[in-house]
């Protein structure tokens, strides 16, 4: 076997490593200033490429991610050119319009209680077919945005459903296959923030307030114009920056107590790491208190979280004990990407195409500035500046939700396996086909599905449309991955709970429980797919039939 590497400079070398650190160092420099003081404002620091330091947007009322009680009648999301912006926002030039009462919103976040109706009218002010899957829900095919049926240009399709999931922040985003990547890539995408007795619970025990000290930070790596090469097909665009809710080198002030985080990786292709950092560069750890679905049995302390695209963080961070003048940073740490691991062997035909996609790979990261800011490559993400004292003496809850437990006692084990072949991503080597379901499943079964990644690969998000499931155990997992487990089954603290959509790295396998509990009359199809965008376009997608 020769063994091909896409990426010339693989971010294994420790050489290459060691450069990764030194980016972090001098960046950790730039911006964090600490004034043990507080009596004077530290000059204006400048991160990344001299750009200023800008102050976090949170979502307010309206305008731009503005907080929709979307149960309370119906409502209609323009998909379209980006309309006016807060200043110093950077989104793409796609987005929903939306309006209630005379306010205006532009991507809104979408505010529901479990139980409540959803109504919303897609009008497609796009010049492509598009639609809104509303990621994590459990809805049935005709609401759930995939496939079919697409809207067409100047048409309208209502979706109207219930929410029966649980409390979490969930989203939504178009769903047309071969066009979801760009669509999502130019701005298209919105929050999806469901509350039950448990959310309710947590913010009233701990004194959390949307836009204070509960801050949403949605994760983007690019506001450009979407392009695809065929080796960025092949591994997933990235870009250049990061945007937290379309701010660039974000900064908020904060105070002495509990923040609660909620981060949604919505990047294209990108995984994180997240960490927590002092000033001087110090490991802050931090408690995981939920994910995609919803709130943990009880929070886990850790001191790094992967977060693979499509996957949610629900975060507390402990700012008790910090100085004002203090400088807390949420970060992404390096970490190997393990895009590297794609093998061909010597008689293959496809070899040469591997070759090819290698110079293209190297050629597109000249050409579009991708390897500025390579996956895995560390970067500040927020800086939290600690301004103010306060009182604060409430206690995390020591249960914060009660997931139900799958049985699987008689369950029927599904192996699916992630791999690459001819110019494709595959599931069991397959390739996604419209009207084919390869996955057949019996309406009220209990099923393993054992997510096996080869070792030459790379890492998959993998997504199921319509039901949670339960992450049971990682076997083989990288070192990087392992370091961060907290069970004997090598689950991570992110892990627990209920999930939609879960990393699977090269050489690891996952089994999840599903419980295909079907709401709804008749069959249902949903797809079961990669969330690395540009490997869902690809057809790194299976559909399943539950009948
Ligand atoms: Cu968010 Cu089919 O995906
Ligand atoms: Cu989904
Ligand atoms: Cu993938």
Redesign the pocket.
């Known amino acids: 076997m020769a063994r091909m590497l896409l990426h010339r400079a693989a971010p294994r070398s420790p050489a290459r490593r060691r450069l990764l650190q030194g980016v972090s160092g001098a960046c950790a420099l730039a911006l964090v200033r600490p004034s043990r003081s507080g009596e004077s404002a530290p000059a204006e620091p400048v991160c990344g490429n001299g750009s200023r330091v800008q102050t976090l947007y949170q979502p307010g009322t309206s305008g731009y991610l503005g907080r929709i009680e979307a149960g309370s009648g119906a409502l209609v999301l323009r998909a379209g050119p980006t309309g006016a912006l807060p200043a110093g926002i950077e989104h793409g030039r796609l987005a929903f319009a939306s309006e209630r009462n005379g306010a205006t919103f532009v991507n809104p976040t979408l505010v529901v209680r479990r139980g409540e109706l959803l109504r919303v009218t897609l009008d497609n002010a796009l010049d492509a077919a598009t639609s809104v899957?509303w990621?994590g829900l459990t809805v049935d095919t005709a609401n759930d945005g995939?496939g079919m049926p697409l809207v067409e240009p100047g048409r309208r399709y209502e979706y109207a459903f219930e929410v029966r999931n649980r409390g979490a922040l969930y989203w939504y985003?178009p769903?047309p296959h071969g066009l979801t990547a760009g669509q999502v890539h130019d701005g298209l995408y919105g929050l999806l923030d469901v509350e039950d007795d448990d959310t309710i619970a947590l913010r009233r025990e701990l004194d959390l307030v949307p836009g204070g000290s509960e801050l949403v930070l949605v994760l983007r790596d690019s506001a450009q114009r979407y392009e695809r090469t065929p080796a960025q097909a092949i591994h997933g665009v990235y870009g250049d920056a990061l945007f937290v809710n379309g701010t660039r080198c974000a900064q908020t002030d904060v105070a002495t107590r509990l923040y609660r985080l909620r981060v949604v990786n919505a990047c294209n292709a990108r995984t994180l790491l997240l960490g927590l950092r002092t000033a001087s560069g110090a490991a802050v750890p931090f408690d995981v208190i939920g994910n995609d679905g919803g709130l943990l049995p009880a929070a886990v302390r850790t001191r790094a979280a992967f977060l693979g695209t499509?996957e949610r963080l629900d975060l507390l961070v402990d700012l008790r004990d910090a100085a004002i003048g203090d400088a807390i940073v949420l970060e992404t740490r390096a970490f190997d990407p393990m895009h590297a691991e794609i093998a061909v062997p010597k008689d293959d035909p496809d070899a040469a195409h591997a070759h090819q996609a290698t110079e293209a790979v190297a050629d597109a990261h000249a050409a579009h500035g991708v390897s500025s800011w390579p996956e895995g490559a560390p970067r500040d993400i927020l800086q939290l500046r600690v301004r103010t004292r306060v009182g604060y003496d409430r206690r995390v809850p020591a249960r914060l939700s009660t997931p139900e437990a799958i049985d699987v006692a008689n369950a029927q084990e599904r192996p699916l396996r992630l791999g690459y072949k001819s110019g494709h991503w595959r599931i069991n080597d397959r390739v996604f086909a419209m009207d084919e379901t390869p996955i057949e499943v019996t309406r009220d079964s209990t099923e393993v599905w054992l997510l096996r990644n080869y070792f030459t690969s790379m890492p998959h998000a993998m997504?199921l449309?319509g039901f949670s499931f339960e992450v049971l155990e990682r076997e083989t997992s990288p070192d990087q991955v392992k370091a961060l487990a907290i069970d004997a089954r090598s689950r991570l603290p992110s892990d627990l709970g209920r999930k939609d959509t879960v990393l699977v790295w090269p050489g690891e396998s996952v089994r999840v429980a599903l419980r295909f509990a079907l709401p709804f009359a008749g069959p249902q199809t949903y797809?079961f797919?990669c969330?690395n965008l540009e490997h869902?376009d690809g057809g790194m997608m299976l559909g399943v039939r539950v009948a």
């Open positions: 899957h990621h995939a985003h769903h499509a997504h449309h797809p797919h969330h869902e």
